[in-house]
């Protein structure tokens, strides 16, 4: 008899455990569930704003934003890199373009273009070839190129500085 009482109790103990783990594994799947509808809902909202935000401009959306935000294409730069002493000298090839606040600005660019050209040459010989290799060396290389011209323009500013082309010989 005592034999059959401690068999009902490990078989109690038994369906308590089996239960409980049927219990986690319904409540880890509803988990997964939630979190995978969650997912879905997050990412197909996202590409529906990115898709309102990027809609196509029309001709006379186009034609106004030509207008009052022009870019002005610079002639290509080329400069010595900076290179350690005894090392091979290094060349780069840059061409820059420059988007403006504002058609006003245009002119100003154009006055100042001596000023902003021997500002680039001079930020760009003072660069070594590490500098350049990354993406993030290059976004760096653009905001302070930017920040030099804003600080010599009056009227207007660059919001934006495109490279248009790099080559490193």
């Known amino acids: 008899m005592a034999e059959e009482e401690e068999d009902e109790e490990i078989q109690e103990e038994g369906n308590r455990g089996s239960k409980k783990r049927l219990i986690i594994a319904v409540a880890a799947f509803l988990l997964l569930l939630g979190g995978g509808g969650a997912l879905y809902y997050f990412h197909h909202k996202n590409n529906r704003d990115n898709e309102a935000a990027h809609h196509r401009l029309t001709p006379k959306e186009m034609e106004k934003m030509i207008k009052n935000h022009p870019i002005v294409d610079l002639k290509p730069f080329i400069v010595n890199l900076t290179v350690p002493p005894g090392g091979t000298p290094q060349y780069l090839k840059i061409q820059l373009a420059l988007k403006l606040d504002r058609k006003e600005t245009t002119k100003e660019v154009d006055y100042r273009l001596p000023e902003i050209k021997s500002a680039i040459l001079i930020l ?12 993030g060396g290059k976004l760096a290389l653009k905001d302070a190129i930017r920040h030099r011209i804003n600080a010599r323009l ?12 790099f080559v490193i010989q």
């Not at 760009?124 to 993406?135: I, K, M, R």
């Open 124 to 135: 760009l010989g003072a660069q070594s070839l590490p500098d350049l290799q990354s993406t």
């Open 154 to 165: 009056d009227s207007g500013k660059v919001t934006e500085v495109y490279i248009t082309e």
